[in-house]
């Protein structure tokens, strides 16, 4: 039996205000007044594709070994990266590499369910595969999709063993009808007519393959219990789910007015939200659409009662810090020049050949645990920092992502260049032992103390414009 084994998901902390946005252009576009309620998610400086599908993959791994994955497929419409393997910068964040086939999924808003298709099909011989979706979107300033999309991620674990939501059956279609597309030069998408997508695209398209999903999975509309389908026209999904013959009571909701439209994770954000909330026996229905559709039929079992805790949807919903400045969203999208100060001026040249050597320390936060004191330190090094022993060549690995840190000591640096100052850094200490200088994110005045409880989380530390955007990346503390 092949399904899903656990699940993730990742919202940045920090939540928009709609109608921060619309006040900010009302004097320009004021039909948007009509969507200026609720928030949607943005991401901090920080945050791309890359880091949120690493939270969410860590999120979906709680309680398990990363080095036990097979395959791994991130689906974006956002990689960072054009020509380097973004996949690979996620698993060696999760500090796996060897034996693992890792994969970019893209070009389409159903990228996400496509990946997790093909997850699933590699699973069916034993295999254990991830799936990561993520987006982090550009939009034009005073846009309806700017009101509209969201940030963030999710992340589905799917084997043969303790599944706790089984493949009943799926249905793709692959079809070249364009509602929106974003060209190679391109930074923002251009959409078509909302009536003709509706019309020509989700009501001619969907409900055939919703049938045909049925009718693989041995099923009825009445069966279904939750239909997962995203989509920026609100009513549609109640319409195809209507069409399909599908209860309208089970039309999750898409929340629009808490996060807004992840792009190609929704789909697997909203399925997340769902296995939440489902009981053992219901059957869920995941509709991917873009250039075709996924249609995806999965029942809950009752291994999902016995999954460990974890964040999830609604572990990070409550992580949340509405912000109203309009403002810093534009210059964190970096769609507002600002003045940067001779601060900013340094050389962000990355060293590629000590990168690849210090990867595990770097991507991974992988410390030392000396074999003879029991020394936990980082970085890791030849000689034990402890004065008592100082033996050589006695450290073990020692991953220290997923420890919790706290503050030893710390500065708020309003001098040194930030896009969201003040600068905080400071000396962070692990319990175990081991302790350096780290920045700090996603964080306030008032949470910044000594002895303040830090979680370690994958972030941008610098990007090297000079050099085609070659992002670094390093790990933060961020407030528990």
């Known amino acids: 039996m092949v399904g899903i084994v656990a699940f993730g998901a990742y919202v940045p902390r920090l939540r928009l205000n709609r109608q921060a946005i619309y006040d900010a252009n009302k004097w320009y576009a004021p039909g948007l007044r009509g969507q200026a309620k609720g928030e949607r998610s943005m991401a901090n400086w920080d945050e791309d594709a890359i880091t949120m599908a690493v939270e969410a993959a860590r999120d979906c791994l709680t309680g398990r070994d990363p080095k036990g994955l097979n395959n791994l497929y991130f689906a974006s419409t956002t990689h960072p990266f054009k020509d380097r393997q973004n996949a690979g910068v996620i698993a060696t964040a999760l500090s796996i590499e060897q034996g693992l086939l890792a994969s970019d999924v893209g070009g389409s808003q159903k990228a996400g369910t496509s990946a997790l298709i093909a997850a699933l099909n ?9 799936v990561a979706a993520s987006d982090k979107r550009q939009t034009r300033v005073a846009s309806a999709t700017e009101m509209q999309y969201g940030d963030g991620a999710a992340a ?6 303790g599944v706790i939501a089984r493949l009943v059956g799926s249905h793709s279609v692959s079809l070249d009808f364009v509602d929106h597309f974003r060209g190679e030069t391109a930074e923002y998408d251009y959409g078509w007519e909302e009536r003709w997508i509706r019309d020509e695209g989700y009501a001619k398209i969907v409900p055939p393959a ?5 009718a693989a999975s041995g099923l009825k509309g009445a069966d279904i219990a939750h239909f997962v389908m995203p989509s920026l026209m609100a009513p549609v999904p109640k319409l195809m789910a209507k069409m399909g013959g599908i209860a309208e009571t089970a039309v999750r909701d898409q929340l629009a007015a808490t996060v807004g439209d992840t792009g190609t994770s929704h789909a697997l954000v909203m399925l997340v939200d769902a296995l939440e909330n489902a009981k053992a026996g219901e ?11 996924d249609i995806l039929v999965f029942e809950a079992t009752a291994e999902l009662a016995k999954l460990p805790k974890r964040l999830g949807l609604s572990g990070w919903m409550a992580r949340r810090k509405e912000e109203k400045n309009y403002m ?7 769609l507002l020049p600002i003045e940067k100060g001779m601060r900013a001026e340094f050389d962000k040249k990355t060293a590629l050949s000590i990168l690849w050597r ?8 992988i410390g030392g645990k000396c074999r003879v004191c029991g020394t936990v330190q980082f970085p890791k090094s030849q000689v034990c920092v402890n004065p008592n022993c100082h033996a050589t060549d006695s450290q073990d690995d020692y991953g220290m992502a997923g420890l919790e840190a706290s503050i030893m000591s710390f500065t708020a640096d309003a001098l040194t260049y930030s896009p969201d100052p003040p600068a905080y850094y400071g000396m962070i200490t692990f319990p175990e032992g081991g302790r350096f200088m780290s920045d700090f994110t996603d964080c306030d005045k008032e949470q910044v103390k000594v002895g303040t409880k830090m979680r370690m989380t994958f972030r941008i530390r610098d990007n090297d414009t000079a050099r085609g955007g070659f992002k670094r990346y390093f790990w933060k503390a961020a407030p528990v």
């Open 328 to 334: 810093k969203f534009l210059a964190f999208n970096e």
């Open 122 to 130: 590699a699973s069916r011989g034993g295999a254990t595969s991830l």
């Open 358 to 365: 210090k990867r595990d320390m770097i991507y991974g936060l």
């Open 210 to 214: 919703i049938k045909a999903a049925l």
């Open 156 to 161: 589905l674990l799917c084997g043969t063993e």
């Open 283 to 293: 059957r869920i229905m995941v509709v991917g659409f873009g250039q075709g559709v």
